[in-house]
């Protein structure tokens, strides 16, 4: 089937017993069992839901992998893997322009459990190689990178990872399975913060992985069942109702985002603009390659804190706050929001600068939001 004819119906027969279109909603704890070892299929909630299963089934089919598992945020899901690939004395490689709460994950937490990380400019396949390790037992990545769109080569990531045995997960929250299907381009997990683009609505938390092999989907299920941070029926059932009008979304996502990204780049008084969509985007050949779409997450250098501060103080339409990937636009302040977690000098290096502002360019009208935007670097 067509991309969009499985966002609509894959994993989502007509419920059995009304015929209703819609996955209903199995707002249930616990299941009737017939008898002891008797039952349909359905023990207890935190094991098995309808709902989720049916979230979990369309996001296989998406991202052409086994199977998926949904869980209660996107950090709940990369915290899973955490559980599934690593234990002390292995190895991990990550994207260094990586999301600041992945970061905050690998570096706060899991270390502490004897995992050694090394962060690498992952675009930069030299650099993925020379810190592969003996003991090296996943290379994660974010491509493009939050907040500064890094292009990293999947299928080149995934060669290097692989002679040496090594899974290759890939964070595809920013592009979605819409416009990105790292599967099918050599990586063996894939990972989205579904509060983004895959409900789209800003109004769900969750998160889902998506998996290439067998073993490793039997083992992460055990895993969700036996840790529990499971997504609810509720949160489900909003995420499959986003994942319908995900392909016209994410059409409406790319072409603001080309717009805003076009007039952001004809400003003299910004400093310097991050989006694979433009020609001069280091990364930009290699996303024509391996995205269908370029999407709507954009960054920008105002040239300083007070710059920023003010220009973000200014915006109308634009709402200041967390998170992306919303029918809504969002700009926000890696510095001081997303990437807080990430240690100063570290930031600095990367060039998530004080004066770095980023926009999640939602799907209004492109004119509403270019005068807003006007307005705020005039006033």
């Known amino acids: ?18 015929g209703a279109v819609t996955i209903p909603i199995y707002q249930t704890s616990t299941y009737v069992q017939e008898g002891l070892g008797k039952h349909k299929g359905f023990e207890y909630a935190r094991t098995q839901n309808p709902t ?36 002390q004395g292995d190895h991990a490689i990550c994207s260094d322009n990586v999301y600041g709460g992945t970061f905050r994950l690998f570096d706060k937490i899991v270390r502490h459990y004897g995992v050694e990380f090394t962060y690498v400019n992952t675009s930069n396949l030299s650099e993925v190689e020379n810190a592969m390790k003996p003991n090296t037992k996943m290379v994660f990545i974010e491509t493009p990178t939050n ?25 595809n929250t920013f592009m979605s399975p819409y416009f990105q299907r790292p599967i099918e381009l050599g990586a063996d997990i894939v990972v989205h913060s579904t509060t983004k683009y895959l409900n789209g609505h800003s109004d769900s938390v969750g998160g889902v992985v998506v998996l290439k092999h067998k073993a490793d989907a039997e083992r992460l299920q055990f895993i969700q069942n036996a840790a529990g941070a499971i997504l609810s029926p509720f949160d489900s059932w909003l995420v499959l109702r986003g994942i ?48 269908s779409g370029f999407g709507a997450m954009i960054a920008f250098d105002l040239g300083s804190l007070d710059r920023a501060r003010q ?24 510095a001081t929001m997303t990437h807080a977690s990430v240690p100063p000098e570290e930031r600095a290096r990367l060039g998530i600068t004080d004066g770095l502002v980023r926009i999640s360019v939602g799907i209004e009208d492109v004119q509403d939001l270019i005068d807003d935007l006007e307005s705020a670097f005039r006033n």
């Open 1 to 18: 089937m067509g991309f969009r004819t499985d966002a609509i119906h894959a994993g989502q027969e007509p419920d059995p017993t009304t």
């Open 52 to 87: 989720r299963m049916a979230l979990e089934k369309n996001m296989a089919v998406l991202e052409r992998g086994v199977a998926g598992y949904a869980f209660a945020s996107g950090m709940a899901a990369t915290t899973s893997l955490t559980h599934l690939l690593l234990k």
């Open 147 to 171: 907040p500064l769109m890094s292009i990293t080569d999947i299928r080149g990531v995934s060669d290097i990872a692989h002679r040496s045995e090594c899974p290759l997960v890939v964070d």
């Open 244 to 291: 319908k009008t995900l392909p016209v979304r994410m059409e409406a996502h790319n072409s603001n985002g080309m717009a805003i990204s076009k007039y952001l780049a004809g400003r003299k008084d910004v400093r310097k603009i991050y989006y694979p969509g433009l020609p001069n985007h280091p990364g930009h050949d290699l996303a024509k390659k391996q995205m």
């Open 311 to 334: 220009f973000l103080g200014r915006v109308k339409l634009c709402s200041l706050g967390e998170s992306l990937g919303g029918v809504e636009t969002l700009i926000s302040h890696p």
